[in-house]
């Protein structure tokens, strides 16, 4: 079955660090993936998405990889901040109106 | 960007009731529309799929006699939990999509609203 596999342990860096995490699927050949930001009791922020035929999409200080070959996106935050502390989710979506998230990862910058 | 609100932001009712929860694309139209539950520390897992004048899709294991969806309008769809039991007790939220192509490219973006935390005593 279609999975996605997110760490499910936190992540905790020190501020000014780059953090990268991690995002494996199988049986699932996306179209596209995204990265969605989520702050506890609200709902998902849209960060990036980056197309199965690109491989590598940058926003400001966020960096993201797409490995089809590894079924695998790496995401990347440099010069970490406590305030980018959240659950980051990975999203995959294959073009219809169907998107498959993560479990997500929790990353904590501290000060 | 465009922005999905959610309302009420949290409820708190007794079991056998029902609870409508709305889910509004404020500066957008919204081809469609998406229902998720999520569960502490959990990822969202998809309930339904609604397209505006057309009925709900729900995946395997929603009962759609229980959460019924109806999606009126290119800008609301409401969830109605029926007959609410404490283990329906969880964080849902809804999505709006608008996809299409531009400039040659395929764009697909899904923006979220806020959540509803229910809490069905």
């Known amino acids: 079955s279609q999975k996605i596999e997110q760490n499910s342990e936190a992540l905790n860096i020190q501020e000014g660090k780059t953090a990268t995490l991690t995002c494996n699927y199988t049986n699932y050949s996306p179209a596209y993936l995204q990265w969605y930001r989520q702050d506890p009791g609200r709902g998902p922020v849209f960060l990036l998405l980056?197309?199965?035929?690109?491989k590598e999409k940058r926003k400001e200080r966020l960096k993201v990889t797409f490995d089809t070959t590894l079924k695998q996106s790496l995401f990347h935050i440099t010069a970490s901040q406590p305030a980018d502390s959240a659950t980051y989710l990975c999203?995959?979506?294959?073009?219809?109106?169907?998107?498959?998230f993560g479990a997500g990862t929790r990353l904590f910058v501290k000060a | 960007g465009a922005v999905v609100s959610q309302h009420p932001s949290w409820v708190i009712c007794k079991s056998g009731t029902s609870v409508k929860i709305e889910c509004r694309s404020l500066?957008?139209?919204?081809?469609?529309m998406f229902w998720y539950r999520q569960f502490p520390k959990q990822s969202l897992m998809l309930m339904a799929t609604s397209n505006e004048g057309s009925k709900a899709t729900y995946e395997q294991g929603v009962e759609k006699d229980k959460f019924l969806i109806n999606h009126a309008s290119l800008t609301l769809s409401t969830l109605t939990v029926t007959s609410a039991h404490p283990e329906d007790s969880s964080f849902y939220i809804c999505?709006?999509?608008?996809?299409?192509?531009?400039?040659?490219?395929?764009?697909?973006?899904?923006?979220f609203g806020p959540g509803t935390r229910l809490t069905v005593l």
């Open positions: 999203a995959l979506g294959a073009g219809g109106f169907k998107t498959i």
């Open positions: 999505s709006a999509k608008v996809h299409g192509t531009s400039g040659g490219g395929y764009y697909n973006e899904q923006f």
């Open positions: 500066d957008f139209q919204a081809t469609t």
């Open positions: 980056i197309r199965e035929n690109e």
